[in-house]
């Protein structure tokens, strides 16, 4: 069993870089795996296969469990479609089609707050779901462009934002590097726009235990967990300091970067460390494989055997 030291479970010993270096071998051998895996499974099934990308399917129709494309399509808007959610490692496409048909099924949500233990709703007729929720852009000063959470579940007792991941490489970062307006190493600086995020700054501060801002010669405290500080803040602010709010974290328990890889514990054990008790203040933090997640879902025969052959889930 791997147990991880105090000192690595702090996210101040983690950059980016260090991470992508401890992560990147065994991330690259996963990646072909899974790779291998849909190419295989589009070789059983020509018909739904995509002629120029062969881990693909041919239609979003296709890449969805057969018999639930009317059900399902409609969750996600059409301008919210990620660029690869044809492609069977498409973490939008597989929550959709296990989250989205447990919803279908079971619209009380009774399931939903079961298998991650949060605050019983206000009445099981009061929860609402949504995919691709996008923020207005002034709820976290963000432009030119604010988040979107993948999985949202509105209660009047809770409000939950859901980070849905499967092949990606670990968490998402700032886009300070890629727009050339700043960095995360040491001796850079933050892009402005993200300076005047006050709310991320706080949240990073106040419930992540991080640095209130970023020194001179250091490198940038929340660019490593940026994408859970965003989640958590904007679960926040929807929550209107009126009722819980919570994080959640679904992942692939092979993926690299969210289990035990050489010195790197994974993002679970990592926000856990920094999130967990923090109920006093009203968040709630949980994270759970998917692998873990199927046995708890209402799914039906169709929906189980397309996750069990395509996933390799159950």
Known sequence: ??????????????????????????????????????????TRHPELRCP??????????????????????????????????????????????LLGSAARLDPSLSWFWRAFDLPAPSSQQNSSFRFERSLPTSLLDEKPRATVLDFAVDDPGCFVAVETKWTEQGLGVCSCAPRNDGGPDAGGYCAERVVNRKQYWQVAEKLFGLPTGRLPLFGCPISPAYQAIRNVAAAQKLADGKRPFAFVLLYDAQNPYFRPTGAWPGWPAILREHLNGRERACLYFRTSSWQELLPKLPLDTQVALWAKEKHQLG
């Open 1 to 42: 069993m791997h147990h991880a030291s105090p000192s690595s479970l702090s996210l101040s010993h983690w950059t980016t870089r260090a991470i992508d270096q401890e992560c990147g071998p065994a991330y690259r051998r996963y990646e072909k795996a899974r790779r291998q895996q849909y190419l295989a499974y589009f």
């Open 52 to 97: 120029q990308q062969p881990h693909s399917a041919k239609s979003l129709a296709v890449a969805l469990p057969p018999g639930w494309v009317e059900q399902l399509e409609t969750l996600i808007p059409r301008n919210a479609w990620h660029v690869h959610a044809r492609s069977g490692k498409s973490s939008q496409t597989l929550a959709l089609a």
